[in-house]
């Protein structure tokens, strides 16, 4: 069955989950065989392949709210295996434009989530998709940090400043919006996610030192975004590979 909002009535066991559909297309660079199946609001559809993987590529837009939509029908349509490949703001200061961050779990300060359980409910990354991030992004010579991360929904909160030093101070790695809501929903459904998100801002606690120094830093920025994309499918054909040797894909 078509599904509602992203219009999709089958897609690959392996998904990557950007937020940004500009970004859809720019993965669709990296495969084979690239082709847009469905294109509906912020969730935009891309089917190829990658060293004969199959995967598919759907954007989520901004936030958990979007995002778990989108993972909900994703795996109606038979996705097994999710990463989101997304942008961060820094937490720490060790942490540079253009660094990745792996999440092996989130604070779960989305919205979404909490609609479906209670925050003592842990956002957790899927052990096998994390240590596959983890490995290849050793194996590749990235620049990456592996650790916890914090989903919010708004930038434009009052005490924005406050938590990221309240955060900064509980070594929290970066901020998105997205991977927490995603953890959670992932593990009530029984399926896989992981997260690796391309660092664009760096931790200040003024916010317009941190955009400045993302628009003086595109070269790395970009880098990043193409870095986190290669690491993703890497690791999503590793694991291809080893379900395929146990012949249970």
């Not at 990557?16 to 297309?25: A, E, S, Y």
């Not at 590529?57 to 936030?63: A, E, L, N, P, Y």
């Not at 842990?122 to 240590?131: G, Q, R």
């Amino acid at each position: 069955m078509i599904q509602p909002h992203i219009q999709c009535e089958k897609v690959s066991k392996m998904v990557l989950l950007p937020g940004d559909p500009q970004r859809v297309d720019r993965v669709g660079g990296f495969l084979d065989d690239a082709v847009v199946i469905a294109n509906n609001r912020e969730f935009k559809t891309l089917t190829g392949s990658y060293k004969g993987m199959q995967v598919t590529v759907t954007s989520t837009g901004i936030g958990g709210a979007s995002a778990v939509i989108a993972l909900e029908e994703l795996i109606n349509c038979g996705g097994e295996y999710f990463i989101r490949i997304g942008s961060a703001g820094a937490v720490q200061k060790d942490i540079n434009i253009g660094d990745l961050i792996i999440s092996m779990a989130s604070v779960r300060e989305d919205g979404a989530s909490a609609m479906y359980i209670n925050k003592d409910y842990p956002a957790v990354s899927d052990f096998e998709i994390l240590t596959a991030l983890k490995n290849n992004a050793v194996k590749l010579g990235y620049e990456h940090h592996v650790g916890i991360t914090r989903s919010h929904d708004s930038f434009y909160i009052d005490d924005e400043i406050e938590k990221m030093e309240f955060w900064n101070k509980k070594n929290v790695l970066g901020s998105d919006m997205e991977t927490a809501s995603l953890f959670v929903i992932g593990k009530l459904r029984g399926v896989k996610v992981g997260s690796v998100l391309n660092n664009v801002v760096l931790y200040s606690k003024d916010v317009k030192d941190g955009v400045n120094d993302y628009v003086n830093q595109k070269d790395l920025a970009q880098q990043g975004e193409d870095r986190e994309i290669l690491l993703a499918l890497e690791s999503l054909h590793e694991i291809s590979r080893e379900i395929s040797r146990d012949g249970s894909f």
